[in-house]
T-cell receptor
Framework: EAQVTQNPRYLITVTGKKLTVTCSQN?????MSWYRQDPGLGLRQIYY???????DKGDVPEGYKVSRKEKRNFPLILESPSPNQTSLYFC????????????FGPGTRLTVT | GQQVMQIPQYQHVQEGEDFTTYCNSS?????IQWYKQRPGGHPVFLIQ?????EVKKQKRLTFQFGEAKKNSSLHITATQTTDVGTYFC???????????FGAGTTVTVRA
């Protein structure tokens, strides 16, 4: 089954404790993204990657890091989480770069206290 | 940078009625996509519009792309309880690879 998986699905952590949210897709997609969803703000892109070893900042990259060492994986790293990073995070992937449908993962609900 | 505005933010609909949600971009788009997110779920792709003035239908859903490729609309007829959720538009700029999402229209249905 074609899918995007994320882990963990839920995470409660404390300020400053480094964490990684994993994302993996089995569709051989070149393009992957991370979004955060907050009430009234929709989906805001954090980082995206057009292929292996190619990443770039989205609209809200501060406080986040990513890497793309393999085509299927695109982890999101929070080196020093803060309460304003409490949010619902989605990983997404799509084929190519020119406007094809995106497949979203199930989401990760992160709470930073 | 590109901004995509979506209205209304909330839509409360009586079952059986029609409604429309609108999406407006500050820049010309190469295409626009629509997604639906059920409560507690993740966004799911509905459709993509590419051509100026394009109209596409999916059963009770009608999607339209404006002539200037700066706005779009989603019209749902005879709303059902299965239509509950948040509908997002996402516009792709003509000169980069990013999709910019609107804030979404959250639809609730009164039976």
């Amino acid at each position: 089954e074609a899918q995007v998986t994320q882990n963990p699905r839920y995470l409660i952590t404390v300020t400053g404790k480094k964490l990684t949210v994993t994302c993996s897709q089995n569709m051989n997609h070149e393009y992957m993204s991370w979004y955060r969803q907050d009430p009234g703000l929709g989906l805001r892109q954090i980082y995206y990657s057009m292929n292996v070893e190619v990443t770039d900042k989205g609209d809200v990259p501060e406080g986040y890091k990513v890497s793309r060492k393999e085509k299927r994986n695109f982890p999101l790293i929070l080196e020093s989480p803060s309460p304003n990073q409490t949010s619902l995070y989605f990983c997404a992937s799509r084929t190519g770069t020119h406007g094809y449908e995106q497949y979203f993962g199930p989401g990760t609900r992160l709470t930073v206290t | 940078g590109q901004q995509v505005m979506q209205i209304p933010q909330y839509q409360h609909v009586q079952e059986g009625e029609d409604f429309t949600t609108y999406c407006n971009s500050s820049t010309t788009l190469s295409n626009i996509q629509w997604y639906k997110q059920r409560p507690g779920g993740h966004p799911v792709f509905l459709i993509q519009l590419v051509k100026s003035g394009e109209v596409k239908k999916q059963k009770r859903l009608t999607f339209q792309f404006g002539e200037a490729k700066k706005n779009s609309s989603l019209h749902i007829t005879a709303t059902q309880t299965t239509d509950v959720g948040t509908y997002f538009c996402a516009g792709k700029n003509t000169n980069d690879y990013k999709l910019s999402f609107g804030a979404g229209t959250t639809v609730t249905v009164r039976a």
